[in-house]
């Protein structure tokens, strides 16, 4: 099938995708759209849970294997929509719809890349694309479960919207819960251990921290306190103030390493990481992935924002269409002339790694 008729196929299977509702952990319909496509292109596929894979028809042990992913969950539209999220809308050659940018197009458009070559015999590498579930949630039923179910994988592109330039590396995430703790008391007595007061310092040490290490592709370690919460009534103090502090990593450490520092030095009397297992991510400029798209002119940069990426131990690019600024976003749209360009850069990108 020519690329042209094969886009134009995608961009309906997108139109599909945004009018069936797939939050996180209750993607059973997108994931029958998709098994469809499969079907109509006779493309050997299964299904586990809520996750659509399938490798290329000529997948060959003794070659390398580069997986290509994206998810079709989403997370629910936000009150500031001014058209159905649910109902896919072009105008001005806009596709509106939830899950449009984050990461329809992205997933659609590598849907077709990899039908594009899945009967191509002779392949330098063996083609996995896996479909995944929960991605927006982190849950347990996603990319993460797949891993020891594909074949091994030795390189990965995953696809969420970066205007399709290379995002050569991606900052983790940890999450901490910290605990100020004081004296709880009547608020009508003196009290010089009170735990909200306390915060002020340890709210100022949380905002003038810094980590030493700063990595040309990510930057610095960026550290946020993003929740508080403390007291019950008026006339008690509480005996202690609870936080949420959201640390973004670079690939200068492992999420292990962050949560050992400020366990450390923290003056928190607790501080908990929720998971260890999302850490950055990046893949060498010298791959031969990355070379190939600089050579197609293709800009490359780290990106903040977390992914999938987070959960795979090999080398991963990011790269899709859209633009990540749109993602969760009302009225979250992405351009057609987008979809189409990130086929074709797609197709361009592997005939001049794998074929």
């Not at 649910?86 to 990461?103: P, Q, R, T």
């Not at 994988?153 to 995002?167: Q, R, Y």
């Not at 006339?235 to 103030?241: E, L, Y």
């Not at 009302?330 to 074709?344: L, M």
Request: net charge negative.
């Amino acid at each position: 099938m020519a690329l042209q008729e094969l886009t134009q196929k995608a961009i309906a299977l997108l139109k599909t995708l945004i009018e069936t509702q797939s939050f996180s952990s209750e993607e059973g319909a997108t994931a029958a759209h998709i098994e469809d496509w499969f079907k109509t292109f006779n493309i050997d596929y299964t299904r586990t849970k809520n996750n659509v894979w399938a490798v290329n028809k000529y997948f060959d042990e003794s070659k390398p294997t580069l997986l290509l992913n994206s998810h079709h969950d989403t997370v629910k539209p936000n009150s500031a929509y001014t058209k159905d999220p649910f109902k896919a809308i072009v105008e001005d050659g806009k596709l509106y719809g939830l899950g449009s940018n984050d990461a329809g197009g992205c997933l659609v458009s590598l849907i077709a890349t990899f039908t594009h070559f899945y009967n191509q015999k002779d392949l330098k590498y063996n083609l996995v694309l896996v479909a995944s579930a929960e991605e927006e949630s982190s849950g347990p039923n996603g990319l993460n479960s797949m891993l020891p179910i594909i074949p091994k994988v030795d390189v990965a592109i995953v696809g969420e919207p970066t205007l399709m330039n290379l995002a050569v590396a991606e900052k983790g995430l940890v999450v901490f819960d910290a605990v100020v703790e004081g004296t709880p008391s009547h608020a009508a007595h003196p009290n010089d251990n009170n735990a909200i007061y306390n915060c002020i310092e340890v709210l100022q040490w949380f905002k003038d921290f810094k980590f030493e290490k700063s990595t040309e592709a990510l930057g610095d370690v960026k550290m946020t306190v993003t929740q508080i919460n403390a007291g019950s009534q008026h006339n008690v103090v509480p005996g202690h103030v609870d936080l949420v502090v959201d640390v973004r990593v670079n690939d200068a450490y492992s999420n292990a390493e962050i949560a050992e520092i400020l366990q450390t030095k923290s003056p928190c009397t607790k501080i908990t990481p929720r998971s260890l297992r999302l850490n950055s991510s990046s893949i060498p400029m010298g791959h031969d992935l990355v070379k190939a798209g600089v050579a197609m002119g293709r800009s490359t940069y780290g990106s903040p924002t977390l992914s999938d990426q987070a959960v795979l131990k090999c080398p991963s690019l990011k790269l899709g269409p859209g633009d990540s600024t749109r993602s969760h976003s009302a009225d979250e749209f992405i351009y057609i002339n987008e979809i189409e360009e990130g086929i074709k850069i797609y197709v361009e990108l592997l005939n001049r790694v794998i074929v």
